[in-house]
């Protein structure tokens, strides 16, 4: 046989055999582009609600929900207090999870928004079931927690004034008075291991910025930063809450809305 027949026949081999082996190469790196779409699609994808969702940086608490509530479409005026909805979860199993403090600076200036404080009765606390029973059993029970599982807004104050009212049976309705300092206690808050805290105004205790500094309406946003111990603060950016219905039209008086 001819050399150049030869040559042809092996070359045309080669060439056959680099096409096939291109093939699931190409099929692969196609493959791999879709799934990178997909990624980066999904990656960009924020769930459908107004409030912030965070997580503080060792993932010890977990914010949920983080807004200023709604009241009408002129919002709050200066001078007025601004409450705010929040979640949070203790996502340690067996250790309870303290907020110390929360601070309100105007997004604008960065100056105090405000006295953030801790108002609304008894919060809203409970407790997730334990998968070990021992660890349920050997958690301490604040004095303050009823069986329900919400907890007084303070717990401090209501477990020395439980302990001041066992110690003296016969002591005068007076001596229950201070019960009533929630309404301005400072933004501290106790969350059992496993447990979280619905802070809300329609769920009970709730945070709330006293004496704000500026007006807030529908389209603003503060910056609010929760101090938890043995944690890092968490800056969040907290915007306005969107209402569920559109604002009532208002009609001229006298004249007739078409």
């Known amino acids: 046989m001819p050399r150049f027949i030869t040559g042809s026949l092996s070359r045309r081999r080669m060439m056959r055999a680099a096409a096939l082996l291109a093939a699931p190469a190409a099929a692969v790196a196609l493959l791999s582009g879709c799934s990178a779409g997909q990624i980066s699609q999904t990656d960009t994808m924020v769930a459908p609600v107004d409030g912030v969702e965070v997580n503080s940086q060792h993932r010890l608490a977990s914010l949920r929900d983080v807004q200023i509530k709604y009241n009408k479409p002129e919002g709050y005026a200066k001078g007025e207090t601004a409450p705010l909805q929040v979640f949070i979860a203790n996502n340690q199993p067996a250790k309870p999870l303290v907020l110390s403090s929360v601070k309100a600076v105007s997004k604008k200036t960065g100056a105090s928004l405000g006295t953030v404080v801790l108002t609304g009765g008894a919060a809203d606390i409970e407790t997730l079931p334990s998968s070990s029973p021992s660890s349920a059993s050997s958690a301490p029970v604040s004095p303050s927690t009823s069986p329900s599982g919400r907890a007084s807004a303070s717990q401090r104050p209501s477990a020395s004034a439980a302990a001041s009212s066992s110690a003296s049976p016969a002591a005068s309705p007076s001596s229950t008075a201070p019960s009533a300092a ?19 105004p329609e769920h009970g205790a709730y945070l709330a910025i006293t004496d704000i500094t500026e007006s807030l309406a529908p389209g603003s946003s503060v910056v609010v930063t929760f101090t938890f111990e043995g944690e890092d603060p968490v800056e969040i950016v907290v915007p306005f809450e969107t209402p569920l219905s559109p604002a009532a039209r208002v009609t001229p008086s006298g004249g007739s809305e078409h």
């Open 182 to 200: 929630p309404s301005a206690a400072s933004a501290s808050l106790t969350i059992p291991g496993n447990g979280f805290a619905r802070l809300d």
